[in-house]
């Protein structure tokens, strides 16, 4: 029995990674991607579909959310949705805790819903032990249904993110258990003495790294069988994102994806390519106005350094802050009649905002302006 192709990307959506975290906090955007995928899954034909995602961000120092949803439709008329939710909470800015939580709901036949679906939820706990390190232990919980019967699936899994300038890794070990052999059966993994009980663990290791315009992001994942289930799996997966512009992006996906049964989704190698168009005047663009601050960067050696000088002399206090420092206010220093601030960063896109004697957050001139959580925040490209 071959199993409906489900767009991956639905289920990666919801990941909130620790050392990204400052970034999702502040963000207020609208995202739509829309593009073309092969899919290829075992035992099956290959498969040319079209996709589109819709994924909107809101987010302020203490709470940030996320809500996606995409459609998938293949030539051979088998299309998949998903609606899916997700948010990441912390008691104060400087909280060194953080709770995670998400849920989601897939249709596999939208020519027939709900005869195949899958309802799954989850939640997370991190502790930031530094603003470049955290560990976290989550649980999930799924169920699917299909004309075959219903099956129910469970997650557990610890794992650490380290953040290192403009690159982040994530380790993760998750044990998985599924009573769903329809989906596990047809990826290949298969149980000892022939039982419908099936116990994974999976270990995940993952790489983002931003230079500039560029985005790229790396994924192994290597699955073993536990107790009476024989497994020995391994999975890649890359994807690259190009801001072609500040609203337009370029985004290039390869690789598979292992069988996730919490999820319901199936073993697939996926190769898509897609448009993006971010939508940032959601009540949070600011028309451009005049400006105190100005920035520059410089390079000494291999390093860069952002300089804001801030041209307000009477000042008694000039603070910078961004996500590079976690929003956490840097003092600027009085230099030639007027405040400046030096931040060596490597090459991204960061945002950054400054206040006055404690006053709102307010974005230097000649950058692309926000409305954000208490103020307003300029967009920067470090080259």
Do not use: C
């Not at 990441?88 to 709900?114: H, N, Y």
């Not at 919490?262 to 600011?286: C, F, H, K, M, Y």
């Not at 050696?301 to 000039?318: F, K, N």
């Not at 996500?323 to 600027?332: I, L």
């Amino acid at each position: 029995m071959r199993l409906p192709a489900l767009y991956f990307g639905v289920a990666t959506a919801l990941t909130i990674v620790a050392p990204r975290y400052a970034e999702a906090q502040t963000r207020n955007d609208l995202r739509i991607e829309a593009g073309v995928a092969q899919i290829v899954q075992p035992s099956s034909d290959d498969r040319v579909a079209a996709t589109l995602g819709i994924i909107r961000h809101r987010g302020d120092p203490t709470l940030a959310w996320i809500a996606s949803g995409n459609a998938t439709w293949a030539r051979d008329s088998v299309a998949a949705a998903q609606l899916a939710i997700g948010a990441a909470w912390r008691p104060s800015p400087a909280s060194k805790w953080q709770l995670e939580a998400a849920g989601a709901g897939v249709l596999f036949a939208l020519t027939d819903p709900f005869r195949d679906a899958s309802a799954s939820a989850g939640a997370r706990a991190r502790w930031l032990r530094w603003s470049s390190l955290s560990a976290s232990a989550g649980a999930a919980a799924g169920r699917t249904v299909r004309s075959a019967g219903t099956a129910a699936s469970r997650q557990m899994d610890l794992g650490i993110s380290v953040a290192a300038g403009s690159a982040a890794i994530d380790l993760a070990v998750r044990d998985v258990g599924s009573t769903d052999g329809l989906l596990l059966e047809a990826s290949q993994v298969t149980t000892r003495d022939g039982s419908r009980e099936f116990d994974l663990r999976d270990f995940v290791a993952s790489v983002a790294f931003e230079r500039g315009p560029i985005e790229l992001s790396l994924v192994e994942t290597i699955r073993r069988g536990r107790a009476s289930t024989i497994a020995e799996q391994a999975a890649f997966m890359a994807a690259a994102t190009w801001h072609v512009t500040a609203r337009y992006a370029l985004v290039v996906t390869s690789g598979r994806q292992l069988a996730d049964p919490v999820r319901g989704a199936p073993d697939a190698t996926v190769t898509q390519i897609a448009v993006r168009r971010s939508v940032t005047s959601l009540d949070n663009e600011v028309a451009p106005r005049a400006s105190e601050a100005s920035v520059s960067v410089t390079r000494v050696g291999e390093q860069r350094i952002v300089v804001l000088r801030v041209a307000v002399p009477a000042a008694t206090r000039v603070e910078v802050a961004g996500n590079f420092s976690g929003w956490e206010p840097v003092e600027g220093e009085r230099r030639d009649g007027a405040w400046e601030a030096r931040i060596p960063l490597g090459p991204g896109r960061y945002r950054i905002a400054y206040r006055l004697d404690g006053g709102p957050w307010l974005a230097p001139a000649g950058l692309a302006r926000l409305r954000e959580f208490s103020g307003e925040v300029g967009l920067l490209v470090v080259p």
